[in-house]
């Protein structure tokens, strides 16, 4: 049994680069990630959200009506979806004054998680207990 | 000696991150570290041959072909490079092209990880 844990930190906002939604796909990607491991190997990514990041996480995107793209609304439900941990710094979310109402969910796609809104100092501690840390 | 991963998100043109890429591989590779890179993004840029080495800006085919002859392992984003109009028949001979598992799996068994996200 060997678990490599990874952080990854989306701090930069959705649509002005491709970031944001790479780190999501990367993440996502941890669902086949097994088959290119031996048995009992595996890759446990957990998601944070500071600073910009967390505007990737607002819902009713439009990403498609106005740039013809699949929003990153849809990456970060999938994401809940398949039940990566995600995390979203609440302080940041107070300096840009986003309630929580205003955060996506993925209960009409049949998702168990949601998104755990925590102090920094929470994703402090995921960043320092993981294996590798990447930065989107 | 260890296995380190880098994962490069940045262009060849128009930011140094991808060229301090290939030669950080290359000082590592030459300690005898295993070394792995993943591209992803416009860092795919890379992985397209028959690149003219203009003075003014970077260029990666010639160093991404002694990182290969090194053993150093390249894998780009299938995806990514298809998007920017890259097709197999123009990809570097040994660049591998796969999805975003690879570069998981290459992290799964490395001593250090190196992410150098996009611009």
Known sequence: MSIVTCAFVIQ???????????????????????????DGQNV??????????????????????????????????????????????????????????????????????????????EIQKAMESCNHLLFF | MGTLTIGCFASLVGSKSLDFTLKLADAAADKGHKVNIWLSGNATGLGKNHQKHLKDYSTGEKPALELLKKGVEICECEACALARGILKPDAIEGIQWNAMHWYLAKIHGSDRVLHIGGE
């Not at chain 1, 990367?26 to 088959?35: F, G, L, T």
């Not at chain 1, 106005?66 to 990153?72: A, F, L, M, P, R």
Request: proline fraction near 4%; charge should be negative.
């Open chain 1, 12 to 38: 930069r906002p959705p649509y002005k680069s491709e970031t944001s939604t790479l780190g999501f796909t990367h993440a996502i990607s941890w669902q086949v990630v097994e088959m290119l491991l031996e």
């Open chain 1, 44 to 121: 446990i990514p957990t998601v944070c959200f500071t600073g910009e990041g967390v505007l990737n996480l607002i819902k009713d995107q439009k990403a498609m009506e106005n740039y013809g793209v699949t929003s990153i609304e849809s990456h970060g439900k999938n994401s809940l979806l398949v039940d990566l941990d995600m995390l979203v710094c609440k302080e940041d979310l107070d300096r840009f004054g986003i309630a929580e109402d205003r955060l996506l969910d993925a209960e009409d796609m049949g998702a168990d998680k949601k998104l755990q809104i925590v102090p920094y100092a």
